[in-house]
């Protein structure tokens, strides 16, 4: 997936419309005319992956060589403007086929800002948080951010739930000492409400975590459980709200 501006086809659709337009008398060279309009034509579509057009293309490269050769001030001959029109012609047919099999989806607005979700998904959380979780949370909330974005909710929920999980194994080993490894939720949250002696965890956010375990983590791992795109940003929202606790925890020296 790479991002795409729509003015690139807009731009390309421009170019093909001015080489068919042409008439006498228009500049070669100067900026904004001919051979700009040949040039931004080919570059876009390399850009665009209209390969099939660009082979088609190969008498437009001709005439673009031989106007290479000619002086600054040169203008378009009647002869030379009616080929370029006809070339042109030619093109667009091939233009036109291969682009309609072509499709842009666009992504459509969400509870979360969607530049933020595809870009940075840590600007969702509080400052510094995203930078003192885990690596593999930092990847599960960006991959749950995409998903968001594209509209794949319950694939996104595994994303969520799985990294807020690495958060908790890091929040519980500030309070479990020596910590045992491979917990699950559920226990991870038994010893930490048992704890008896020392700093202890806030009740309110192992409540919140509780929660969470009980009604998204646990029916999320069941086949028959399905988010849609407004529960499971709400599930977001409860997680960035736990995760930006815990590290606030965490990042304590």
């Known amino acids: 997936m790479k991002p795409v501006s729509i003015w690139s086809y807009i731009w ?3 170019c093909v419309r001015f080489l068919q337009d042409v008439r006498e008398g228009l500049s070669i060279h100067k900026p904004g005319f001919v051979m700009d309009n040949i040039k931004y034509f080919f570059d876009n579509l390399d850009s665009l992956g ?3 057009t660009k082979r088609a293309s190969n008498e437009l490269e001709e005439m673009r060589t031989t106007f290479k050769a000619l002086p600054p001030d040169a203008k378009l001959t009647k002869e030379q403007a009616t080929n370029l029109s006809n070339i042109m012609n030619k093109i667009r047919n091939t233009f036109t086929a291969e682009s309609s099999g072509i499709y842009a989806y666009i992504v459509t607005e969400k509870k979360f800002d969607v530049k933020k979700l595809l870009e940075a998904v840590d600007k969702l ?8 979780c885990p690596d593999i949370a930092c990847y599960d909330f960006r991959e749950a951010g995409r998903c968001i974005a594209f509209g794949l909710p319950t694939a996104s929920a595994f994303h969520i739930l799985r990294g807020t999980e690495a958060v908790l194994r890091q929040y519980y080993k500030r309070f479990i000492r020596p910590a045992k490894v491979d917990l699950t939720w559920g226990q991870i949250l038994s010893e930490l409400k048992s704890k008896k002696s020392g700093k202890k965890p806030d009740s309110v956010l192992l409540n919140n975590l509780q929660n969470i375990k009980d009604s998204f983590r646990n029916p999320t791992q069941h086949p028959d459980k399905i988010y849609d795109i407004h529960e499971v940003q709400d599930l977001f929202s409860l997680c960035i709200d736990v995760v930006n606790r815990m590290v606030a925890v965490i990042a304590k020296k």
């Open 12 to 14: 390309v659709g421009t």
């Open 50 to 52: 209209l390969h099939v």
């Open 125 to 132: 959380f509080t400052p510094d948080v995203f930078a003192n």
